[in-house]
């Protein structure tokens, strides 16, 4: 059964930029669409962005659109998110989860991983 790891979190001041890793345990991920989504407290999840097999990306998040990007590495069964120029606003607990249609608008995302903190404070 496959499980997802999430890691790369940490404290960065605004401005600064993170890479988050999600890494496919017990399964690959070549054929799954890979979601980032994050949690702040006291908010609800809300999706970030989605990137497909072919490594086309559907953003979910208009206000991360320039600053994040996503890559797949299929070697390392991983799938990265590139957070550049972070904002106190990005601070949340993100998470990734296989959408398993394979379509980052379908809706039947699992599994997901723990998650990984970032925080965004000078």
């Known amino acids: 059964q496959m499980q997802l790891v999430e890691s790369g979190g940490g404290l960065v001041q605004p401005g600064e930029s993170l890479t988050l890793s999600c890494t496919g345990i017990g399964a690959t991920l070549d054929y799954f669409a890979l979601g980032w989504f994050r949690q702040a407290p006291g908010k609800t999840r809300e999706g970030v962005l989605c990137?497909?097999?072919?490594?086309?990306?559907?953003y979910y998040k208009d206000s991360v659109k320039g600053r994040f990007t996503a890559s797949r590495d299929n070697t390392k069964n991983t799938v990265y998110l590139q957070m550049n120029d972070l904002k106190p606003e990005d601070a949340a607990n993100y998470y990734c989860?296989?959408?398993?249609?394979?379509?980052?608008?379908?809706?039947?995302?699992?599994?997901w991983g723990r998650g990984t903190q970032v925080t965004v404070s000078s």
């Open positions: 990137v497909y097999s072919t490594g086309a990306i559907t």
């Open positions: 989860a296989a959408e398993q249609s394979g379509d980052c608008l379908g809706a039947n995302f699992m599994p």
